[in-house]
């Protein structure tokens, strides 16, 4: 039984954030993808397209996402679903930090502004 404790979970930097990841290929995850997300306070996010859907659910803190130019600001317990091919983009404006899950499947990338596209590690 494939088991991912916390201390054990990979931590990747990127844009200003820490993403968590507990299950993903590298972890014995052949389809789904999971990981935490911890925005610091200030933050404005990397707008990006993403290949796959992901769910987003809040866990502390309040964030403000924008899936195709809609803004929505979150807070703990409130998910959204960012489909496939969305530009999305997190910010976290407030004074305190937050943090978010993610599940997505395996293969997700994601495609910035300036054309480049990152595949991050947490999610392959």
Sequence with gaps: MPVIRS?????????GSRFVAHANAGTGSKE????????????TGVPHTVS?????????????????????????GDTVIVPAGARFGVDNPGGEPATMWTVTSVG???TLADGSTVTPPWAN
């Design 108 to 110: 997700l990338t994601a």
């Design 32 to 43: 789904i993808c999971s990981w935490r997300v911890e925005i610091p306070a200030g933050t």
């Design 52 to 76: 796959r859907e992901e769910v987003i659910h809040v866990l502390t803190g309040a964030l403000r996402f924008t899936v195709d130019g809609e803004a929505a600001d979150l807070v703990p």
């Design 7 to 15: 201390a054990d979970a990979t931590v990747h930097e990127m844009h």
